[in-house]
């Protein structure tokens, strides 16, 4: 697994107010993460759920890496 990429952009990042979020994709397992981070430096990470509670699988078509 050296010099693979675990995690990769799911598409365009966007600003919602002074914070930046962009979903992140796990490239082992297909769940998909959204990232945010704000102004001051702070970031969260929060796996995506469906409504059933289990997490949200990429689409591999949808992955790019950036």
Known sequence: MSGS???VKSGAGN???MANCEVL???LTGVQYLY???MDGNLAV???LA???K???AD???MYRQ
Do not use: S
């Open 36 to 38: 945010i981070k704000n």
């Open 55 to 57: 997490p949200l699988l």
């Open 46 to 48: 929060t796996p995506l």
């Open 25 to 27: 994709v796990d490239t």
């Open 51 to 53: 409504p059933d509670g």
């Open 15 to 17: 600003m919602v107010g």
């Open 60 to 62: 591999p078509g949808n």
């Open 5 to 7: 990429i675990r995690f």
